[in-house]
Nanobody, 113 residues
Framework: QVQLVESGGGLVQAGGSLRLSCAAS????????LGWYRQAPGDPRDMVAT??????NYADSVKGRFTISRDSAKNTVYLQMNSLKPEDTAVYYC????????WGQGTQVTVSS
C-alpha cells in the first residue's frame, strides 16, 4: 500500500529542462523497482527510466538527457529531464513495484517547438 503524487510538470520550450518529483506515502526502501513511464494520447505507456537492483535503465530515446534518482530519506523519486524535445510531450507517471505495483496519477509535460 502506497500513494504516489507527481509534481513538476509543465510547459517548456525545446531545449529546456524540467525536474519531476514523485512523493511516496511510505518508505521506498522496501520496493525493488522505481520508475517513470510516459503516455501520449492513443499511445501505449512506455518505460522512460527505472531503478532496480541491477541499477538504472533508460529508454534509448532519453538516454543521456534524462536522469532518474531517489532520495530515500524523503521517500521521493526524481526525473531530471534536460534537452527536452517536442517528442517528449506526454503524461509522465511514477511507479513503484515489489510487492505489488503502484502508479501515480501522472503529470503533464508539454514541450513546444
Amino acid at each position: 500500500q502506497v500513494q504516489l503524487v507527481e509534481s513538476g510538470g509543465g510547459l517548456v520550450q525545446a531545449g529546456g529542462s524540467l525536474r519531476l518529483s514523485c512523493a511516496a506515502s511510505r518508505s521506498i526502501f522496501s520496493f525493488n523497482s522505481l520508475g517513470w513511464y510516459r503516455q501520449a494520447p492513443g499511445d501505449p505507456r512506455d518505460m522512460v527510466a527505472t531503478i532496480t537492483s541491477g541499477g538504472t535503465n533508460y529508454a534509448d530515446s532519453v538516454k543521456g538527457r534524462f536522469t532518474i534518482s531517489r532520495d530515500s530519506a524523503k521517500n521521493t523519486v526524481y526525473l531530471q529531464m534536460n534537452s527536452l524535445k517536442p517528442e517528449d510531450t506526454a503524461v509522465y507517471y511514477c511507479s513503484v513495484g515489489g510487492p505489488g505495483f503502484y502508479w501515480g496519477q501522472g503529470t503533464q509535460v508539454t514541450v513546444s517547438s
